[in-house]
């Protein structure tokens, strides 16, 4: 029988192990890099109201742990709150015991009785949280370019930024976040571990006294032998106005007399179109004749645990501006309570529950439903790849509507 409960500081010298062997590339294995990550966690779980450590107990002892996050979401036009895990670690002689399924179902129930009604992660293989429900959020693209090719433009108000400004930095993020759906609001972690970290160079966008854009870059050796080959990878890059985006990008630019390539990491599916020549470095062709310009990856995850506390959630969100009632039946094999249908009349977008008649059923399960609503597939192409049916093909237009989105979902935060 599983026990799970926050994690006590007796049983810490425990998780740093489990941690260690799970993760062998974050080289904790000395004595004083278990320290330093043991007094991290201890600081964390004492005092960080966001990040909360639990463990998975069987006859007393630890055989797993994870980091449970109480998140601010920006989901469209509302914050909620969404549970968030990460450092899932599962003891070496437990595998295949259930216990990563039984930490997960904890995951999920936490957060569904804290009322939230979204959950997500970054999997650690896709194929296994997609069987528990989680769906594929949006994909990440990383260019590898030379400055020659980011745009040049004005670059005067481009300047260094160091702790002492953390907090104008944290209202920069959290004001793009509040505009953008899919980011997390800030408390200051994550933009504070790049201002603390001396491998970690800040830069921002300045008009008057207020930042109004920045980015978060490290040098990385381009080459044993020779230390004059640099690259630098972008870490975070947050702009609010085009001026911004336009001086951190000849920033970039003018580091062409030393620097080899610019490493970035985007979300934006348009960013290519930035570029006058967005080809990256492996001079490869995808027939017939298409330029190789990046590498796109799957990452975060979402999952809706409670259907109808999503829509309560956004019972003021405009869904299409479509006028139908829906029934959405959804199958859900791992977290039973949130399978079965739910109806729903919109109302000139707005969402109304309670009812009882529909014009429309669709049927799908809960990861593509929560890829749908997140606005990361839309409904026709879950129909067309058999992911999805609708009673009435003629109405797939009206469904595809409902749920299709001006941009996908954004989210820069590291967990």
């Known amino acids: 029988m599983s026990e799970i409960k926050l994690i006590p500081e007796e049983d810490f010298d425990d998780l740093i192990t489990i941690v260690a062997n799970a993760y062998p590339g974050f080289e904790i294995s000395k004595e004083e890099d278990r320290q330093k990550m043991k007094e991290r966690l201890l600081k964390m779980q004492n005092e960080d109201e966001v990040r909360h450590l639990y463990g998975l107990y069987r006859e007393g002892n630890l055989l797993g742990g994870m980091i449970l996050f109480d998140f601010q979401l920006r989901l469209f036009s509302v914050k909620t709150l969404a549970g968030g895990v990460g450092l899932v670690a599962v003891d070496l002689l437990h595998k295949r015991e259930k216990v990563c399924k039984d930490m997960i179902t904890f995951f999920v129930n936490h957060y569904k009785e804290k009322g ?41 108000t481009i300047q260094f930024i160091d702790s002492n400004e953390k907090q104008a930095i944290i209202d920069c993020y959290n004001r793009y976040a509040e505009k953008t759906h899919g980011m997390i609001e800030d408390d200051g972690n994550q933009l504070g571990r790049f201002l603390d970290n001396p491998d970690f160079r800040v830069i921002c966008y300045k008009k008057g006294d207020k930042i109004l854009g920045y980015l978060v870059f490290t040098f990385k050796k381009g080459g044993e ?29 003018s580091q062409k007399d030393q620097i080899r390539y610019i490493i970035i990491d985007t979300q934006d599916e348009y960013f290519h179109s930035l570029l006058p020549d967005p080809r990256n470095d492996s001079d490869l062709l995808i027939p017939s004749v298409y330029h190789v310009c990046h590498t796109s990856g799957v990452g975060l995850m979402y999952r809706v645990m409670d259907v109808e506390k999503f829509f309560a959630v956004l019972k003021d969100h405009n869904f299409g501006n479509q006028n139908c009632a829906l029934k959405i039946c959804v199958q859900d094999s791992f977290h039973k309570e949130n399978e079965g249908d739910t109806i729903i009349h919109f109302k000139d977008g707005k969402p109304h529950l309670g009812k009882k008649d529909y014009e429309i059923e669709i049927s799908l399960d809960i990861s593509e439903f929560s890829s749908l609503v997140m606005g990361v597939i839309p409904f026709k192409q879950l129909y067309r790849y058999g992911l999805a049916d609708i009673s009435d093909v003629n109405r797939i237009d009206v469904v595809d509507a409902l749920f299709r989105t001006e941009e996908k979902p954004v989210c820069t935060t590291r967990f």
């Not at 650690?124 to 989680?134: A, I, L, N, V």
């Not at 990440?140 to 005067?156: C, F, I, W």
């Open 116 to 156: 939230a009604c979204m959950t997500l992660l970054y999997p650690f293989r896709p194929d296994f949280y997609k069987e528990m429900g989680f769906g594929f959020g949006t994909k990440m693209h990383q260019y590898r370019l030379t400055p020659q090719q980011l745009p040049k433009g004005e670059k005067s």
């Open 225 to 253: 032998e020779s230390f004059i080959i640099n690259d630098i990878h972008v870490e975070e890059f947050v702009y609010e106005t085009r001026e911004a985006l336009t001086g951190l990008l000849t920033f970039l630019h």
